[in-house]
């Protein structure tokens, strides 16, 4: 798509018709709506504050500019400054981006997760990649597990054997796939009326609320917390915009970036908890993977993470650093 036609219209422009250095039009990775944006508008509206106006963030929905696969040559091309967004979106075009952007079933749970970036050298390899891009990876952003909605129950690794499930491609997908799973690529919204008429079985989307909200479990009586995805989002920029920042500046971005993901801890769980409340009256069935079921996947992500770490040093170098940290935590 033209992604500057796309753009007319949703910028704002100064009244003197030029962007200043500090001015930030960053797009998101979901909708106008979702907790994850509001939370950035309240996050821009506070910066600007914090800073006296040196930085002001123009937030953009997902999709308002650009699709979610393109951000990062919509900020190359200065269509945009920066994102909030996922890295697995680049999967396809960089290895790195998807071993970066979904550690699957390696870990318990996100926080523990999100641990690697502050003491296992995550943060650290993580701008090193993005600084390839001329970005600037400013913080990580928390995002909850994610659940499978499903019109069958599953209750272990192998019952995944032959559900054909909708999936968004990837590391998770490599990994359903391996269990056994015959995926499908589709829409969301394709995958609601798929379920409803018995074309699909399950589909990997997102967390509980989120799952809800979209009208995936109509049909589905199960959500299957089976750890097979844990997706990292996160917040960068244009690093020539971030070198126009003062130091002082710079860490009330990185400071604020973090307040954000703190706070969205608390909001994604409660929605999820009210979701889950709400599922349940309708007679949805949770699922939880035992430690059993949750080593046996652990022990498939290591062989999707020996593919994708053999296609690019980066990539390898991620791995690396996971299966290290994970051993001081012992699951590895």
């Not at 697995?88 to 390696?106: K, M, R």
């Not at 192998?158 to 015959?182: I, K, Q, T, Y």
Request: negative net charge; proline residues 4%; contains cysteine.
């Amino acid at each position: 798509m033209n992604i500057k036609t796309a753009l007319r219209g949703t910028t704002r422009v100064l009244a003197a018709g030029a962007v200043s250095a500090e001015e930030f039009r960053m797009q998101t990775f979901l909708g106008a709506t979702a907790a994850t944006t509001q939370a950035f508008e309240e996050m821009a509206a506070e910066l600007a504050e914090t800073t006296d106006g040196a930085i002001e963030i123009t937030v953009l929905p997902g999709g308002a500019v650009v699709g979610a696969g393109e951000t990062i040559e919509a900020i190359q091309n200065g269509i945009l400054d920066g994102q909030y967004t996922a890295p697995s979106y680049f999967a396809g075009s960089d290895p790195a981006l998807g071993v970066l952007g979904d550690t699957l079933a390696a870990y318990p749970d996100s926080a523990t997760r999100d641990s690697w970036f502050t003491e296992g050298g995550g943060l650290e390899l993580a701008r090193a990649l993005y600084e390839q891009y001329d970005l600037m990876f400013i913080c990580p952003i928390y995002w909850p597990p994610e659940e499978i909605p499903s019109t069958v129950p599953i209750e272990t690794v192998a019952d995944f054997e032959g559900v054909r499930m909708r999936a968004p491609g990837g590391l998770a997908s490599d990994l359903l796939s391996r269990a056994g799973a015959s995926l499908v690529t589709m829409g969301v919204g394709e995958s609601v009326t798929a379920m409803e008429t018995g074309q699909l079985d399950a589909t990997d989307l997102a967390n509980v609320a989120l799952n809800w909200a979209l009208g995936m479990h109509n049909q589905a009586m199960y959500s299957v917390l089976a750890r097979h995805s844990m997706a990292v989002t996160e917040m960068s920029v244009s690093m020539d915009k971030w070198n126009a920042l003062s130091p002082e500046h710079q860490q009330a971005f990185e400071q604020a970036c973090n307040d954000m993901s703190a706070g969205l801890v608390t909001t994604l769980t409660e929605q999820d908890a009210e979701a889950t409340a709400a599922a349940e009256a309708a007679g949805v069935t949770f699922i939880d993977f035992g430690e059993e079921e949750a080593a046996t996947f652990r022990g498939i992500t290591q062989e999707v993470w020996a593919d994708w770490g053999s296609q690019s040093p980066n990539a390898q170098a991620i791995v690396d650093s996971h299966q290290a940290f994970l051993e001081t935590l012992g699951l590895n």
